[in-house]
């Protein structure tokens, strides 16, 4: 039974939300039961398109919600296998278990970085390509064009890693203006 740690939303904020509306919370998660996975999130999306959930949405002394990637650490489950990629909308914890439904499997392209699946998944326009508009075969040309000999120099500017000890401190430059792009969560 792994220990998760989880950022809730705690209070809904007046104005800027800050330190105060949020809690990092650590539970035990079970481990996964027949037909169910466990799943140890590898990053999380954080963006200023979550900003509304705030106020409505969100379950308060919740886990945020929010796009994740993770890896399954644990499989009762005839359609997930130990060491599947997922994708998931489980957000803001570090693990947590499922009966597979809301889980996406990703088959991962060795050439590109895991942190590009979440502009593939969501439909994000990068570099002028739509992940929604395009057959599957041609937008994987493309994207692993983009990864090799079409990867535009600012590429690297769109998004920003950073540790879940570092989430407080991006939400408040978040909510200041002071982050351009996508900044995405690493939780292990």
């Known amino acids: 039974m792994p220990k998760s740690r989880e950022v809730h939303l705690t209070s809904r904020p007046s104005g800027m939300p800050t330190d105060a509306n949020f809690a990092l919370v650590e539970r035990d998660v079970p481990d996964a039961a027949d037909g169910e996975v466990l799943v140890q999130n590898l990053y999380m999306s954080v963006d200023p398109a979550m900003r509304p959930r705030l106020t409505a949405g969100q379950a308060l002394d919740e886990p945020m919600m929010g796009g994740a990637l993770g890896r399954v650490v644990q499989s009762r ?7 599947d ?46 992940s929604q508009n395009l057959p599957a075969g041609r937008r994987n040309d493309i994207w692993q064009k983009l990864a090799g000999e079409w990867k535009p120099q600012q590429l690297d500017d769109v998004a920003t890693e950073i540790g ?16 351009v792009g996508r900044t995405i969560v690493r939780v292990s």
């Open 164 to 179: 879940l000890e570092q989430a407080e401190e991006y939400v408040q430059k978040i909510l200041k203006g002071e982050v």
């Open 77 to 83: 489950s005839s359609a997930f296998h130990m060491g």
């Open 85 to 130: 990629l997922v994708s998931n909308r489980m957000g803001f914890r570090e693990f947590f278990t499922s009966d597979g439904k809301g889980l996406t499997k990703l088959t991962p392209d060795p050439d590109l970085p895991l942190t590009v699946h979440p502009f593939i998944l969501r439909g994000v326009i990068l570099a002028g390509i739509s």
